[in-house]
């Protein structure tokens, strides 16, 4: 039998990752500050959500999850937040033309903050210092490093006015097929790449407007398969974060009614709901067996991710599934590997065949970014277009030998321009052939290198060239 959990049971276990704060009783303070602060999302969006992974389990739908590796307080701008939706609406075209199927889109936005380390303490010249944890926890500026309670509120204030402007940019038409080019593909320098995207928008506004002309909505495929209303607007668009920070989330963890499907049923069931993202996932580093977030994960209603690395034993990840999805639900888990390109042959069959035979209902994603980190000779770390490449189409490969399905991919990367302009340069390769000694040009992650705009095209048109087959 399961020990009882409640939204703070995850305080009994080890925490993996924690912050110390120096000031206990701030702490406390910004918590119950942040327990009567308004959801962020509505379970009935989350529902949905859940709702729309069953389908990319049954392979109906497939999966975007993508976007910084983290956020920052100072880059929640306007143009900043546009880019980011314009890249992912962009990607998610070119995918939905290849495979022919909708496009689940999660972006990492609006409350992903938080980091994990694999040390405490860095070296800053001669002295040791507290490792950077994020916005939400402590500075960049080496100064700043103690943990300052009132960053978790500021988190969460910069999380309501990142995803207010993302409702609004979605309801306001900024979706619409009719205005592709105000994704920032000016800014893409690449006639080719620019061509190509081009002729899909084209070939789909004359799809649609077929449709209009023999009296189909556009739209109407997507809610027969969602079973609701639209979540954000004209398209559906849910948020995400990595649940790092437990005391943060279990101030969001409220007790609400699940809205019934069938409205006439007189009982109302209750669950508990993170109400400050629709889609959470727990890292390579915390997803310990026996651990506070494995824990605090298992209670709630959310769709859920978990990150497994070449670590993640053959049995160990079924073990998991148990503890997270006991009833084996569909559309509840979704499993992100990043072996890396060298190491995913030796991991991935294993784990598809254990899960397989264990029953367990899962959406398989590839994250081909976090097992392909490698470090400069300037000493920036940097990910090879051409890792990334390899490790996906390692994938997508295993999984047809093991008679699975690739489900979805999840990436970094931004639609983010420097001052001058440009794109980012914090990946080598792709198209655009970025070089080692150009990667200092605009570098501007503080955390992992993300593909900037033209080489996340190149991966989107390699998938929906890949699906169209
Ligand atoms: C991440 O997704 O940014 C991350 C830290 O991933 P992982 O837990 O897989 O290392
Ligand atoms: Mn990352």
């Known amino acids: 039998?399961?020990?009882?959990?409640?939204?703070?049971?995850?305080?009994?276990?080890p925490v993996a990752q924690d912050v110390e704060y120096p000031d206990q009783g701030e702490l406390s303070k910004v918590?119950?500050?942040l327990s009567t602060l308004p959801p962020l999302v509505t379970p009935s969006e989350i529902e949905r959500l859940r709702q729309q992974i069953s389908l990319v389990q049954r392979n109906e739908a497939f999966l975007l999850h993508a976007g910084d590796c983290a956020e920052s307080f100072d880059a929640c701008t306007h143009e900043n937040i546009t880019s980011k939706i314009g890249l992912i609406l962009s990607f998610s075209l070119i995918l939905i033309w290849g495979a022919r199927k909708p496009v689940i889109r999660i972006g990492r936005i609006a409350g992903q903050y938080a980091k994990p380390r694999s040390s405490n303490y860095e070296r800053v010249g001669d002295k040791q210092i507290l490792s950077f944890r994020g916005d939400n926890v402590n500075g960049l500026d080496p100064s700043d490093r103690t943990p300052d309670p009132q960053r978790l509120l500021n988190a969460?204030?910069?999380?309501?006015?990142?995803?207010?402007?993302?409702?609004?940019?979605?309801?306001?038409g900024f979706a619409s097929l009719h205005h592709p080019r105000d994704w920032s593909l000016v800014h893409v320098r690449?006639?080719?790449?620019?061509?190509?995207?081009?002729?899909i928008v084209e070939g789909l506004s004359d799809a649609l407007d077929f449709s209009r002309t023999i009296g189909v909505e556009a739209g109407q495929s997507t809610y027969e398969h969602g079973g609701g209303k639209d979540v954000l607007g004209e398209i559906d668009f849910y948020t995400s974060h990595e649940g790092l920070m437990l005391p943060y989330e279990e101030t969001l963890t409220r007790e609400l009614p699940i809205p019934s499907a069938n409205q006439s049923s007189s009982e109302t069931s209750k669950a508990h709901y993170n109400t400050g993202a629709h889609f959470l996932w727990v890292g390579d580093r915390t997803r310990?067996?026996?651990?506070?977030?494995?824990?605090y994960f298992r209670g709630i209603r959310n769709p859920i991710g978990i990150k497994v690395g070449p670590t993640m034993g053959v049995d160990e990840v079924v073990?998991?599934?148990?503890?997270?999805?006991?009833?084996?639900?569909?559309?509840?888990?979704?499993l992100i590997t990043r072996y890396g390109a060298k190491k995913i042959e030796e991991h991935l069959p294993g784990h598809i065949r254990t899960v397989q035979a264990s029953g367990h209902p899962v959406a398989w994603i590839c994250d081909p970014m976090h097992g392909n980190t490698q470090t400069s000779s300037s000493g920036l770390k940097t990910r090879h277009f051409n890792n990334i490449i390899s490790e996906l189409t390692a994938c997508l490969r295993i999984h047809t030998e093991c008679g699975s399905r690739l489900g979805g991919v999840s990436l970094e990367f931004t639609?983010?321009?420097s001052e001058d302009g440009f794109?980012?340069?914090?990946?080598?390769?792709?198209?655009?052939?970025?070089?080692?000694?150009?990667?200092g040009l605009r570098y501007q992650s503080f955390c992992d290198p993300r593909l900037n705009f033209e080489q996340s095209l190149d991966i989107a048109f390699l998938m929906s060239n890949h699906f169209k087959k």
């Not at 006639?191 to 002729?199: K, S």
């Open 288 to 295: 310990q067996l026996d651990g506070a977030h494995v824990e």
């Open 319 to 334: 073990r998991v599934l148990d503890v997270v999805n006991p009833d084996k639900e569909l559309g509840r888990v979704t």
């Open 1 to 13: 039998m399961p020990t009882p959990w409640s939204p703070s049971s995850w305080k009994g276990k």
């Open 415 to 417: 639609g983010e321009l």
């Open 31 to 33: 918590l119950s500050k």
């Open 156 to 172: 969460y204030f910069h999380s309501t006015t990142t995803l207010n402007y993302v409702r609004s940019l979605l309801t306001s």
């Open 190 to 199: 690449s006639p080719a790449l620019r061509q190509e995207f081009e002729a």
């Open 423 to 439: 794109s980012v340069t914090e990946c080598l390769g792709g198209s655009m052939e970025l070089k080692e000694e150009e990667l």
